[in-house]
């Protein structure tokens, strides 16, 4: 079973429309992220989570949000989907308090939205 | 200019050419990563490293801190090597972590 899963992993939607991307891993770690990836520029990182307390927007975070349920599960909320937040959205974990360690990814979610 | 930077930007190469991709970077880091990004979309790690050089099967990683450049190269490269190549570098935290754009690797047999 893959450590990190995202659901769905495709997803058509309406402008306007409230989207929820979910996310869980059994890797046990404490940190959790999710990022945006739009063809020609790199990753960017639109929220973070260094535990269940803990929640930090990062670079992009306009018109997102974020619920830390437990541990395992980081959501990401479009509260109004918008066309130009048609992209591939990836969740991501690491573990230990140092950038140092290895970051998994899951297997991304193809949001388009009309 | 973007802090960031990978070239070229699409590689097509012959099944056993030895490849390479550089990047380049224009902020102080701790460490440097090289991901992997197949077609389906899945990201996995390949190296990171705050120094000198890394080695994994055929796939090495070089990094010179003082001239804020990496690169990563690809021994008797073969098709299942297609894919885009991402460096990231960054802080103590992946909070701080600045993606650069991709290579884009074609292997053709």
């Known amino acids: 079973d893959a450590d990190v899963t995202q659901t769905p992993r495709n997803r058509i939607t309406k402008t306007g429309k409230r989207i929820m991307l979910e996310c869980s891993q059994t890797?046990?770690?404490?940190?959790m992220y999710w990022y945006r990836q739009d063809p020609g520029l790199g990753l960017r990182l639109i929220y973070y989570?260094?535990?269940?307390?803990?929640?930090n927007k990062g670079e992009i975070s306009d018109g997102y949000s974020v619920s830390r349920q437990a541990q395992a599960k980081f959501s990401l909320s479009l509260e109004s989907a918008i066309p130009n937040q048609t992209a591939l959205y990836f969740c991501a974990t690491s573990g230990g308090a140092s950038g140092y360690n290895e970051q998994f990814f899951g297997p991304g979610t193809r949001l388009t939205v009309l | 200019k973007n802090e960031v930077e990978q070239s070229p930007q699409n590689l097509t190469a012959q099944e056993g050419e030895f490849i390479t991709i550089n990047c380049s970077y224009s902020v102080g880091i701790s460490a440097l990563h090289w991901l992997q990004q197949h077609p389906g979309g899945g990201i996995v790690s390949l190296f990171m490293l705050s120094s000198g050089k890394k080695k994994h099967g055929r796939l090495i990683a070089t990094i010179n801190i003082q001239e804020k450049h990496s690169s990563l190269h690809i021994t008797a490269s073969h098709p299942r090597d297609s894919a885009v190549y991402i460096c990231a570098v960054g802080g103590t935290s992946y909070d701080k972590v600045i993606f650069g754009p991709g290579t884009s690797l074609s292997v053709i047999p």
């Open positions: 890797k046990g770690h404490d940190r």
């Open positions: 989570s260094f535990d269940v307390k803990d929640i």
